[in-house]
């Protein structure tokens, strides 16, 4: 189930993408030859106007084939050449290669917008406005290895009592649980989570190490309530939630390529298909507004990986654009298409890569 969610996710986000590619071209008067579902070879397809529209067999993917993208002697010599894309203003094809990020920009906004007026989990303390429900305190993360992972903890999981021999605690505050845990001796906890919509008693022993100075489970606290706002208040909310995950997503790529070219990057750190499925599972199975916000931050993330300027990806594209307007002639198209060539293939190698680590971490 989890793979068909994020099939359906991914052909969701991706549609968006290529769909900003596709309008713009068009609004541009560039001639766009096919827009294609997954990646060939192809299922179904059928010709509107001057257009191919096509299902193919592998899902991971979109593609928009435009005119002239991919300079050929047709696209520049040819007699339909002054639809080429390559005949277009450096600012028109810039807002082409553009749109597909800005659709996946704008589509986060419009799923953050629409959470917000169901109802999105939001810490208690950063509430200014509208209406929560449901409150409680809520594991946020679980720390790799610690105890509480071990045990059986999720993140999502609503804390409703803990026990440690005689004592127990129930309706509680972040600092007075933390305190509850770190005070205890040899004798292990006894928590009751909330967890979809029933009950579930986990036992874990504390341990020194995982919180400074002091004993831990190891594990994230917040006090999470469903915060739902009116329209226009969710279209506010939305814009902000949105600028500040491209903003993290902005900084958290940045570091990770630093890192990289230092040689101190971690594979830990990147999730492949593999890795993105279990997540999907996770956040369908936590509710529907936990899907919407991972569904935005996807597509977020998409929006700035392809912004990055790295030949193949839409940065690396709008790179040779303002080259050219540089250096005021045309890169050759040999030159420009063995660059995305390599870039391509760069990139599938990295994402096999990425499957492998995460096949292992799976299995051991």
């Given at each position: 189930?989890?793979?068909?969610?994020?099939?359906?996710?991914?052909?969701?986000?991706?549609?968006?993408?290529?769909?900003?590619?596709?309008?713009?071209?068009?609004?541009?008067?560039?001639?766009?030859?096919?827009?294609?579902?997954?990646?060939?070879?192809?299922?179904?397809?059928?010709?509107?106007?001057?257009?191919?529209?096509?299902?193919?067999?592998?899902?991971?993917?979109?593609?928009?084939?435009?005119?002239?993208?991919?300079?050929?002697?047709?696209?520049?010599?040819?007699?339909?050449?002054?639809?080429?894309?390559?005949?277009?203003?450096?600012?028109?094809?810039?807002?082409?290669?553009?749109?597909?990020?800005?659709?996946?920009?704008?589509?986060?906004?419009?799923?953050?917008?629409?959470?917000?007026?169901?109802?999105?989990?939001?810490?208690?303390?950063?509430?200014?406005?509208?209406?929560?429900?449901?409150?409680?305190?809520?594991?946020?993360?679980?720390?790799?290895?610690?105890?509480?992972?071990?045990?059986?903890?999720?993140?999502?999981?609503?804390?409703?009592?803990?026990?440690?021999?005689?004592?127990?605690?129930?309706?509680?505050?972040?600092?007075?649980?933390?305190?509850?845990?770190?005070?205890?001796?040899?004798?292990?906890?006894?928590?009751?989570?909330?967890?979809?919509?029933?009950?579930?008693?986990?036992?874990?022993?504390?341990?020194?190490?995982?919180?400074?100075?002091?004993?831990?489970?190891?594990?994230?606290?917040?006090?999470?309530?469903?915060?739902?706002?009116?329209?226009?208040?969710?279209?506010?909310?939305?814009?902000?939630?949105?600028?500040?995950?491209?903003?993290?997503?902005?900084?958290?790529?940045?570091?990770?390529?630093?890192?990289?070219?230092?040689?101190?990057?971690?594979?830990?750190?990147?999730?492949?298909?593999?890795?993105?499925?279990?997540?999907?599972?996770?956040?369908?199975?936590?509710?529907?507004?936990?899907?919407?916000?991972?569904?935005?931050?996807?597509?977020?993330?998409?929006?700035?990986?392809?912004?990055?300027?790295?030949?193949?990806?839409?940065?690396?594209?709008?790179?040779?654009?303002?080259?050219?307007?540089?250096?005021?002639?045309?890169?050759?198209?040999?030159?420009?298409?063995?660059?995305?060539?390599?870039?391509?293939?760069?990139?599938?190698?990295?994402?096999?890569?990425?499957?492998?680590?995460?096949?292992?971490?799976?299995i051991f």
């Open positions: 189930m989890s793979f068909i969610i994020f099939v359906i996710l991914l052909a969701v986000l991706i549609l968006a993408h290529e769909f900003g590619h596709f309008i713009i071209a068009k609004k541009s008067g560039i001639r766009v030859d096919e827009f294609g579902l997954g990646f060939p070879p192809r299922i179904w397809g059928k010709k509107f106007g001057e257009t191919v529209y096509s299902i193919n067999w592998i899902p991971f993917g979109g593609f928009v084939k435009i005119f002239g993208e991919n300079p050929d002697d047709d696209s520049i010599k040819g007699a339909d050449k002054a639809r080429s894309m390559v005949h277009k203003s450096k600012l028109t094809q810039i807002g082409v290669l553009a749109a597909g990020v800005t659709a996946n920009v704008l589509l986060a906004w419009v799923l953050l917008t629409l959470g917000f007026m169901i109802g999105l989990p939001t810490a208690v303390e950063n509430v200014s406005i509208g209406y929560v429900r449901d409150a409680a305190l809520t594991i946020t993360s679980i720390m790799p290895k610690s105890p509480a992972e071990q045990a059986g903890f999720r993140a999502g999981d609503k804390i409703l009592s803990m026990t440690a021999g005689t004592s127990t605690l129930s309706g509680t505050t972040v600092s007075a649980l933390q305190s509850f845990i770190s005070a205890q001796g040899d004798s292990p906890l006894t928590v009751v989570v909330g967890r979809s919509g029933g009950t579930k008693e986990i036992s874990v022993m504390p341990i020194e190490g995982v919180v400074a100075g002091k004993k831990g489970i190891g594990v994230g606290l917040a006090y999470v309530g469903m915060l739902q706002l009116t329209p226009w208040q969710a279209v506010v909310e939305g814009f902000s939630a949105t600028k500040a995950m491209v903003e993290e997503t902005t900084v958290g790529l940045g570091s990770f390529l630093w890192n990289a070219v230092r040689g101190k990057a971690e594979l830990s750190q990147v999730t492949g298909p593999i890795g993105i499925v279990g997540m999907v599972g996770d956040a369908s199975k936590l509710g529907f507004s936990f899907l919407i916000t991972f569904a935005a931050m996807i597509s977020i993330n998409l929006a700035v990986i392809n912004l990055f300027p790295f030949p193949a990806l839409d940065g690396g594209r709008i790179l040779f654009v303002v080259i050219e307007a540089i250096k005021r002639s045309p890169i050759k198209p040999k030159v420009a298409n063995i660059f995305n060539a390599v870039g391509f293939f760069l990139l599938l190698a990295l994402m096999a890569i990425i499957t492998v680590h995460d096949i292992i971490i799976k």
